[in-house]
């Protein structure tokens, strides 16, 4: 997801270098009394309005003329980018909830941390549809015409329902079913989470039909609970990175809504 809202192509990049002169211009101007006045004391928002003007020196007429027109909209509906605002403010406070702790280092606690993250996600991104859906024949540039029409686009009822589905199923209750090769050495490799398909009652008290192979760990095995949580993590690894580069995606597109 893109919020073409500073430039028709691209987004709008917080961290753009700052010619070597940029010091000395502010003093000169004392451009830091109109960025201070622009942020109302936000400093995140001084931020944004330092680097989008000093980086307005290398736009051209046609991105002048865009962000002219997205202003107009911004000017004719004060509600609802406030409330666009306050949305994706939201969505960043949120990402600041809970307590990562030790468990950030392991794909079991970075899998568990990332759905929180989503499901918390998902009626902020639910805001954000049914704003688009309730203003888009209010606004006239094509800034906004783009960004509603991808959160319409984007974020539809399919899309939340694969979600809920993708998360209910990695919430991992009932243990994983993961598959691995024997590589060098006979040492395992290439772990795969595998989807655990449900049984019915009559599966579950029923022996199985074909052979299945167990192994029971004693409780008082320590180094044989530390090996099985080795591989735990080694087979739910990717499926943890996907989520949490997808909760990373959400977050980066609720900062550039901000700017």
């Known amino acids: 997801m893109k919020a073409f809202l500073l430039y028709n192509d691209r987004d709008f990049d917080l961290k753009w270098k ?17 960025f201070n006045a622009m942020a109302l ?6 931020e944004v309005a330092k ?17 002219q027109n997205i ?3 911004c000017l004719k509906h004060p509600s609802t980018i406030r409330d666009l605002y306050a949305t994706a403010l939201e969505g960043i406070e949120t990402q600041k909830k809970g307590y ?43 800034g906004f015409s783009v960004l509603f029409a991808m959160l319409k686009r984007e974020l539809s009822d399919e899309y939340f329902a694969e979600m809920q589905d993708h998360l209910q199923q990695l919430k991992i209750r009932h243990g994983v079913l993961i598959s691995a090769e024997l590589g ?14 449900k049984q019915n009652w009559l599966e579950r008290i029923l022996p199985p039909t074909v ?23 080694r087979g739910i690894n990717l499926a943890a990175n996907a989520l949490g580069q997808s909760t990373d995606h959400i977050l980066s597109f609720f900062q550039m809504l901000l700017h």
């Open 18 to 34: 700052f010619p070597w002169n940029e010091p000395a211009l502010s003093q000169d101007l004392e451009l830091n009394t109109l």
């Open 41 to 46: 004391g936000e400093p995140f928002l001084f």
């Open 51 to 67: 680097a989008a003007i000093v980086s307005g020196l290398n736009n051209g007429v046609d991105t002048i003329l865009y962000r």
């Open 71 to 73: 202003l107009k909209d």
């Open 100 to 142: 990562w702790g030790l468990l950030a280092k392991y794909p079991a606690g970075i899998l568990s941390r990332s759905i929180e993250l989503l499901r918390m996600h998902i009626p902020i991104l639910t805001k954000l549809r049914r704003v688009a859906e309730a203003q888009t024949c209010e606004f006239e540039s094509d």
């Open 184 to 197: 060098k050495g006979n040492k395992g490799t290439d772990y795969v989470l595998r989807k655990m398909e």
């Open 211 to 233: 052979p299945v192979y167990s192994y029971h760990l004693h409780p008082r095995d320590e180094s044989g609970a530390k090996a099985l949580s080795e591989l735990n993590d």
